[in-house]
């Protein structure tokens, strides 16, 4: 069945889906200002206690993780909604629960100094040696539960949505079309295939996670029950990798649907794309072991699965999409604007930021680069270059079709600001790494000292960029509704 | 329709029987995953006949099924912390509680299930999957006795009859996903 239903009325949504977007970018922003701060720290230009410094480095990577998550399910919702029934109730409770979830971590980062950094690792959270105390533990871990089951709670939905329309998850991921059973021109649209992997992989992680954070909140609360610790990392990065991996599989869906409509091409689903996107379901969840190439007592085959996999996981989607992304773009004529732009240059960003990670996913090579500043280098390049990018990018195509809001100059400037300086502050990791400056050091010797200066500079750039990114969306959305170009209407697939 | 009635009425008999019920809370897999699921399961037979009796004050107090079942995870949850279990085994009033609450839960359950939508469902599953998950976690990995009244090998069969169970959870839903639901949506 590939008929359009659901919701079709796109426009009533996006008051919704602005405001998860609004809320994500404005953390991101807020983010950045943290990065920055650790910059200067590092090298050298402000002091800032230790104890600050990571509690900096804890709420900079769960609000930057937390904040793209959440705007980048608000992309998926706004496209998937198209094909499937989803429940805005839903939605709207996922926002919310995000909202008590983040508030409960700033608290328990700021006033009651919880500072293990995003991963939570056991059992840091609860041997602080008093740097932290029960509470702000709790508060953090509890926090993160709850924004977990808002995230979970939204999961279930699409896919309990796309398994009534599609008639099961393996057949929103086109295996009915790949076992050839169906035809081509009946395989799921992007946007749905896009989402049944997230939703599987996802909802997998979440459980991961929310069993290891309430084996925390137990081992906090009495710290004579104790847990296998091999298993507990095994799972918090299970639920790490993977969340995080996601972020760029649900933003993807804007790149699907915006550059068809820019080029005016068809962007038809193949089954290599089917494939491409099976793969990678199936690879996400089991390359989480290459965190674990340093614990010795892990298996063997574990380990070189998690090498093996790690470079081929993003490839396949990341090949098909860029590849077909060429295709639609090439000699088409396309207009460019901020939301086509955003839409390409982040598959530029994703595809070059890759490339340190593949690199570093070697075993051999990860005995030097493990836990150095290169490691950053490649998630700042690939978060910040490709997947923030395209909710950027969203954000302008949302305001182009709902809005009169025009474009202006300065939001050129932004974009080859933006471009310039995230760019920089991701290389400036990079050499780092190759420095061996080891990553989460609240402190570098001289030596060290250099790159994150620049950083820190560049990051103040990209601030004042993503800046007249947001204000052009909030503008937006004072304005919704007032135009709204006609390509809102038009189908793509 | 007597029959759900005399069903769960012997099973709690059964389970009250001194022997039967001396027996079960001697083991500690048994008494966990034998005797209080079957507590809750004659409650689920029990309720079933009141629904078609007084079906008035299921409407009245259960509408939308919400509040049954949040009170139905906070039972089910009590009782699965460790040391409820080592108390309803030293103190007769935990025990009394124990047959009252969860066949209680039980009725909780029948009539709540059915009034919850299917999203209420999937993340009522999932939660007591990742929980068995960490309470079989928990025991496994216990270095010390939890209980007064169990010794450590007691806990670690226990803690495999929670993996066992979240195993089987895990196994229903990938088929549940993965096989095609449409055919029988139709029906
Ligand atoms: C102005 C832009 C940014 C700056 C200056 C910045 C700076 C930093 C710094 C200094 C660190 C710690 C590095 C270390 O381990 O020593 C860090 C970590 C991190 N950043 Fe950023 N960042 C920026 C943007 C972003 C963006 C856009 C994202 C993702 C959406 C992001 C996600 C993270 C994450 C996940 C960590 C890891 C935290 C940890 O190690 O626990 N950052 N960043
Ligand atoms: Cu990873």
Known sequence: MSTVIGNNKPK?????????????????????????????????????????????????????IGAAALAAAGVMWYFLSRYVNLSRKVFIWFLALVLIGVVMVVVGVFSFKFASAWTFLYP????????????????????????????????????????????????????DVISGKKRLEDAPPKVVVASTMVTIVNTSALIAGATVLIMNIINVINPSFTFDPLLAKNLTYAFGHIFANAIIYMAVIVVYELLPKYANRKWAVTKLFL????????????????????????????????????????????????????QVVHKSGIKWDMASGLAFLSMFGWTVGVVPAIVDATI????????????????????????????FSFMYYLAKIDSNVKESKLDKIAFWCYALAIFSVSAQFLVSGALSTPRRWAIHYPGWMTPAVFGAIAGVFLVIATSIFIIHFVRYMKNRGTLGSDMNEQETA | M????????????????????????????IHMLVQLPLLIIAGWFLGDYMISKIPKVFILSNDNGVPGIILFVAI???????????????????????????????????????????LGRIFIYLNYLSMFALMGWLYLDSPIQICNNYLVDQQKVLGWGFIFITAIMVLYVVQYVFTDQSELEET
């Not at chain 1, 871990?141 to 998850?169: C, E, H, P, V, W």
């Not at chain 1, 390359?287 to 996999?309: C, E, N, R, S, V």
């Not at chain 2, 009425?9 to 059964?14: A, F, M, P």
């Open chain 1, 275 to 326: 494939v491409a996107w099976t793969m990678s379901t199936v690879f996400t969840l089991l390359i989480y072991t290459h965190h674990m190439l340093m614990d010795f007592a892990m298996p063997k085959w574990m380990l070189i699965m998690g090498q093996a996999l790690s470079y081929a996981n993003g490839l396949p989607v990341l090949v098909v999409t860029a590849y077909g992304a060429l």
């Open chain 2, 76 to 118: 089910t949850m009590f009782w699965m912390l460790p040391r409820t279990l080592d108390e309803a085994l030293t103190f007769p009033m935990y025990e009394l509680f124990k047959f009252v609450s969860l066949p209680i839960s039980g009725i909780l359950l029948v009539d709540s299930w059915g009034k919850i939508n299917d």
């Open chain 1, 124 to 175: 840091l959270p609860a041997i602080s040696a008093s740097a932290w105390g029960t509470i702000g533990a709790l508060l953090y871990l509890i926090g993160m539960l709850i924004l977990g089951t808002g995230f979970l709670l939204l999961y279930i939905d699409t896919g309990r949505a796309i398994i009534k329309t599609y008639g099961s998850l393996g057949k929103g991921l086109g295996w």
């Open chain 1, 12 to 64: 009533s949504n996006n008051k919704l889906i602005g405001t998860s977007l609004v809320i994500g970018g404005v953390v991101i922003a807020a983010m950045m200002i943290f990065g920055i701060l650790m910059l200067l720290a590092q090298g050298g230009v402000i002091s800032v206690s230790d104890a600050m410094f990571y509690q900096f480095l804890t709420i900079h990577g769960t609000g930057m």
């Open chain 1, 364 to 391: 051999v090579v990860n005995h030097v680069m493990h836990n150095t500043k290169w490691v950053p280098g490649h998630f700042h390049m690939y978060m910040g270059l490709g997947a923030v990018v395209m909710l």
């Open chain 2, 2 to 29: 007597k029959k759900p009635l005399i069903i769960g009425s012997s099973i709690l008999l059964i389970l009250l029987i001194p022997p039967i019920r001396v027996y079960m809370e001697s083991i500690m897999i």
